[in-house]
């Protein structure tokens, strides 16, 4: 299996520019996590879906926020309108949910960069 | 909720020494994770302890749970070099929660 796959690896935008962050889990996997990753808050939970129904957003910062998982196969992070304080690396995770590990395995993350 | 820690968040030690990092949670956690991460990389799953008392092995790093204490700790024997990451360890109730990490240093 390829892993979980993320793209882009990396985005550089300018503030105010929307960014859509994409992910595919890994097939047969039920659970997918968006997580973000910064020196001063570590990692942080944002969302999480199962069976492609988001069940917990409460990690979401703000409205500028949204996520989807249109199918099993694929979801993603949108940001509108960017700030610069949203720089930081964005992973997605997946797990197979009702397994006795339900371990995550993430991808490789999306390194964002706002100016 | 459900709130994890780490301790140290640093650590520097010389190669061939053993070391523990400890991870407490606040409450009740039916699975405790073990992840590394390398510089500027992805997090790799090391171990899931499922029960209390579970033990696991892997090379010189061994991972160890106790849910009435609500403790799990990593131990290092005999370091090297190569093991020098970030280590993070998580638990669950509804959702998995993440400590904040031990930077791990190993000296030549």
């Known amino acids: 299996d390829a892993g979980v796959i993320q793209s882009p690896r990396h985005e550089v935008t300018e503030m105010g520019q929307e960014v859509t962050l994409r992910c595919k889990p890994i097939?047969?996997?039920?659970?997918l996590f968006w997580y973000r990753q910064t020196m001063m808050r570590g990692l942080e939970l944002l969302i999480y879906?199962?069976?492609?129904?988001?069940?917990?957003d409460s990690g979401m910062p703000e409205d500028r926020f949204s996520a989807k998982m249109p199918n099993a196969s694929f979801s993603t992070l949108k940001i509108q309108p960017s700030e610069p304080r949203d720089s930081a690396v964005y992973f997605c995770a997946s797990s197979l949910l009702g397994t006795s590990g339900y371990e995550q395995y993430f991808g490789p993350g999306t390194r964002l960069t706002v100016t | 909720e459900l709130k994890v820690e780490q301790n140290p968040l640093f650590l520097s030690m010389q190669e061939g020494k053993n070391y523990t990092i400890y991870c407490n949670y606040s409450t009740t956690s039916d699975r405790l994770y073990w992840y590394r991460q390398d510089p500027g990389k992805s997090l790799e799953s090391l171990f899931v302890?499922?029960?209390?008392?579970a033990v696991k092995q892997e090379g010189r790093l061994m991972a160890s749970l106790d849910t009435k204490a609500r403790l799990s700790t990593l131990h290092i024997t005999a370091a090297v070099h190569d093991l020098s990451a970030t280590y993070f360890c998580?638990?669950?109730?509804?959702?998995?929660?993440f400590g904040k990490g031990t930077r791990l240093h190993i000296l030549p």
């Open positions: 879906f199962n069976n492609n129904v988001p069940i917990d």
């Open positions: 998580a638990a669950r109730d509804d959702k998995i929660i």
């Open positions: 302890l499922l029960s209390n008392g």
């Open positions: 097939s047969g996997h039920n659970s």
